[in-house]
């Protein structure tokens, strides 16, 4: 997936390459009548040294000529006579004049580009089309033009082709080579400002090396683009030039290293010798123009050159041995800057070999700027397929524990059930121990007596059938509706009471859902209150009983409170010695405590009899 967006991305960029050489060319070419001045008489005044005057070929650079120094020169050509019919617009068109440029026409001012002496404009950074009235045309004499300049040093000024004719003829020519100059200066600046930004945002999150140096490479190239674009820049000439330059430097030193990091391959050697080649070419280039030695930012650039040429066989390495598609991408960007690069320095800077006016390492290096797009795409592709695999990952692992959790879950309830179970049997196995078996116990006793009493032996079969059917009730889900735990114990014992002629006055207010209790508790609180019924039964002689139940919520803790009252004859008198009344007393309150609730049993009025029995049962509304 990779490979193919690589192959497709440079080809899209060839395409592109081609067809903006196509464009350069065709803005190259001049209509079959336009006039091509190709020399000119110039009155030459460099700085600190003696005028000039001599015929100069065009386009003619004043750098080669007076490299280091600024100065004036005046260009005059004469035009022929019948270039132009009289009656249509005329123009010229210049592709760089400068630095300040005036333009006259048959002694006539027909178009000014900044001020002469003042360098704060720049006319050679763009094509220079003037309108040429028709009125000013001499019927039938050759046509003067006089092109007036000021040079600041090391600016890249003089005067290029200068081309005659109608102004509707130049003015296309004029559009077309504004848009091939102008539009891909900008168009670079704007993706290098661009994808550098993206690339530093990428290096915040990161901390990726390769994205910081593509980062400060883009950053760095944004003033070499603008330089071609922006004639009236704030910053006062020479520090502007230095400025460019350095950037110019950081941007090519800085995209070789770029190219390593994206092969990972970075022999110490070659990223030391890198750095120091970096570091001397921004020395060169503050040098240069600060001591007015043009021949010192050559150097410079000839280094740079140097560095790229070194770094191209570790790229053809990656490309031819390793097979990798990056590095085939790498290996022809990197060949077509080189040869820009070799052209720009050679035949633009130097002057060899006949010389060029326009340079191609900004159109080179843009395909570093789509290389980076490219990596961008391919690692933010690769970064999602990792996700979605890890996701899928993460799913089955998820999937699985879940799966192992259920069964575990399953395990331990079926554990918990079990061992529910086997304590409810136990509490089962224990309460009719202790409830039904001690009276079938001391039912036994009873019947093995000589002459057992029919009385006893009655009383000890309805107490232990009344443990046992308690014992069953406590089987009944009602552990958390006391209400209904008490109207059972009442369905027990109403039967018994109504034998013995007793009434029983049932006063149970509204007591609101409790949290659940144990099944013990409720056995306990109903065995606590048989006790007493039965001594009410056995030793009171009482003929009627009020039961009364009430919530206190506003106590703390909030408690059911039980008072069982009758009409009797009250409790017995303590036996001498302060001993116990009997058993029974004694079980109901340990019964009592065992469910931590307190128990009072007294006598209501020692004159008139009746007893009394308080349950304090602290509980929490559910």
């Known amino acids: ?61 004043w750098d080669h000529e007076f490299p280091g120094l600024g100065g004036k020169a005046t260009y005059r050509i004469d035009l022929p006579a019948a270039a132009v019919p009289g009656d249509e617009p005329a123009a010229l068109l210049m592709s760089g004049a400068g630095n300040q440029v005036a333009i006259s026409f048959n002694d006539a001012l027909v178009a000014s580009f900044g001020t002469l002496g003042v360098p704060k404009h720049d006319a050679t950074k763009s094509n220079l089309l003037v309108p040429v009235p028709a009125v000013l045309h001499r019927t039938g004499q050759p046509q003067s033009l006089v092109v007036r300049t000021t040079i600041q040093r090391q600016r890249g000024a003089g005067l290029a082709s200068v081309q005659y004719d109608t102004e509707a003829s130049l003015a296309a020519l004029y559009r077309d080579r504004q848009s091939w100059r102008n539009t891909s200066a900008i168009v670079y600046a704007v993706s290098l400002l661009l994808m550098g930004g993206i690339a530093g945002g990428l290096w915040l999150r ?101 560095t790229s040429i070194v770094c191209l066989p570790y790229v053809v390495y990656g490309a031819l041995v390793d097979r990798r598609r990056i590095a085939g991408v790498l290996m022809a960007a990197g060949t077509l800057a080189i040869l820009a690069g070799a052209h720009d320095l050679l035949l633009v800077r130097m002057g060899l070999f006949g010389g060029a006016y326009f340079t191609l390492t900004a159109h080179a290096m843009f395909f570093f700027v789509m290389i980076l797009a490219g990596l961008v795409v391919e690692r933010y592709s690769r970064t999602v397929a990792d996700y979605r695999a890890l996701n899928t990952n993460l799913a089955a692992r998820v999937a699985e524990r879940e799966d192992q959790l259920r069964s575990a879950f399953e395990t331990v309830r079926q554990q918990n059930q079990e061992q529910a179970v086997l304590l409810e049997r136990q509490r089962i196995m224990r309460e009719i121990h202790d409830g039904v078996g001690s009276q079938l116990v001391g039912l036994l006793n009873v019947v093995t007596q000589a002459k057992p009493d029919r009385a006893v032996i009655e009383e000890h079969v309805k107490l232990a059938l009344d443990e046992m059917r308690m014992a069953v009730d406590s089987l009944q889900p009602t552990h958390d509706d006391l209400p209904t735990v008490l109207a059972t114990l009442r369905y027990r014992l109403q039967p018994r009471l109504d034998a013995a002629g007793i009434e029983l006055v049932w006063d149970v207010e509204v007591i609101p859902p409790l949290e659940p209790f144990a099944a013990r508790a409720a056995l306990q609180l109903q065995r606590i209150l048989l006790e007493a019924f039965t001594n009410v039964l056995k030793h009171a002689a009482a003929t009627r009983i009020v039961m009364h139940a009430s919530w206190h919520g506003d106590e703390t803790p909030s408690l059911v409170r039980i008072v069982l009252t009758d009409n009797g004859r009250g409790l017995p008198t303590a036996p001498p010695g302060g001993g116990h009344r009997g058993h029974g007393i004694a079980n109901m309150h340990a019964r009592a405590q065992s469910i931590g609730a307190r128990l009072q049993i007294e006598t209501v009025d020692p004159a008139t009899g009746g007893a009394r029995m308080q349950l304090d049962w602290p509980c929490a509304r559910a």
Not at 227 to 252: F, Q, T
Not at 256 to 271: Q, S, Y
């Open 206 to 306: 990161q901390r990726d090396a390769l994205y910081g140096c593509f980062a400060l490479a883009a950053l760095s190239g944004v003033a070499r683009n603008l330089d071609r674009v922006w004639p009236d820049v704030p910053i006062p000439w020479p520090l502007w030039g230095a400025v460019v330059a350095v950037c110019y430097a950081c941007h090519i030193g800085l995209i070789a290293r770029f190219v390593l990091l994206v092969l990972e391959r970075n022999p110490p050697w070659l990223v030391r010798s890198i750095h120091a080649a970096l570091a001397l070419s921004v020395t060169l280039a503050c040098a240069s123009f600060a001591f007015a030695r043009p021949s010192l930012w050559t150097a410079g650039l000839v280094v740079l050159q140097l």
């Open 1 to 61: 997936m990779a490979g193919g967006i690589h192959r497709q991305l440079f080809a899209a960029l060839l395409c592109l390459w081609l067809a903006l050489a196509g464009v350069h060319a065709h803005a190259a070419g001049t209509p079959g009548s336009t006039i091509d001045i190709s020399s000119a008489e110039a009155t030459l005044e460099p700085d600190g040294l003696p005028a000039q005057r001599r015929w100069v070929q065009l386009p003619f650079r």
